[in-house]
């Protein structure tokens, strides 16, 4: 049975979700808040992760961010926000799908089952490869010539990034974005410094610098 996450502050929407999607089938569990989400998320397992926006303590973005640092677990957006902003914001933390509210429930029960049919492939299906280095998301573990990789966390996501989409230019600004969030303030040169530690632990040739733009996983040529 597939156990789906409910985030939502609302006991009424919570409570109706809870009914309508055991009545479908699935196991539920819910929280009201983003730190509650995030406890319940490290101690039990999830095949999907209906998260609202707006929430107490820790808002949805700022909980997605945490679940993408350890996780692809698939992500539904449940929003009264339905501006652009804010969806590029969602989708720039990589959620599968969103909801606006007031939504229809026989919707969002079959976006949940599109986007479980779509993320129900083998862990060895969603690996990515890369010349002769393999990124697994599902267990966080990276290879190079058959040989574990070392990686912060940080430096995993970079890595599964710019794999994702060789030959792409990934800017210092998709790139803090994407793995830092959008309210980062710091300095962006710190993309420059895991970048760097990065390539020294891959060796040369597999990342390329866009002088003046960004990086790029170098495209593989047949």
């Not at 999607?21 to 808040?33: H, K, S």
């Not at 993408?68 to 933390?93: C, I, N, W």
């Not at 599968?96 to 079959?110: G, H, Q, R």
């Not at 070392?150 to 994702?164: I, N, Q």
Request: hydrophobic share 40%; charged share 30%; with cysteine.
């Amino acid at each position: 049975m597939k156990r789906i996450l409910i985030v939502e502050d609302e006991p009424d929407i919570q409570e109706l979700l809870c009914a309508y999607l055991r009545d479908a089938g699935y196991e539920t569990a819910a929280a009201g808040d983003g730190v509650a989400a995030l406890s319940l998320f490290q101690e039990q397992s999830f095949d999907l992760v209906l998260l609202d926006i707006m929430l107490p303590k820790i808002d949805g973005f700022g909980v997605c961010e945490v679940i993408r640092r350890q996780s692809q677990v698939p992500v539904l957006m449940l929003t009264a926000l339905d501006g652009e902003e804010q969806q590029l914001r969602g989708f720039g933390l990589d959620i599968d799908d969103y909801v606006t509210k007031p939504f229809s429930m026989p919707v969002l029960l079959e976006k949940i089952r599109v986007i479980l049919r779509r993320s129900a492939g083998t862990e060895e299906e969603r690996c990515l490869r890369y010349r002769d280095i393999t990124v697994c998301p599902d267990n966080r573990e990276a290879t190079l010539e058959g040989r574990r990789l070392d990686l912060t966390a940080r430096e995993f996501e970079l890595l599964y990034t710019l794999l994702s989409a060789p030959g792409r230019v990934f800017t210092r600004e998709m790139l803090l974005a994407k793995l830092w969030g959008y309210d980062f303030y710091g300095d962006e040169r710190i993309v420059d410094s895991h970048i760097k530690n990065l390539r020294h632990k891959l060796g040369r040739g597999y990342i390329e610098t866009v002088r003046g733009v960004g990086y790029r996983a170098a495209k593989e040529t047949r």
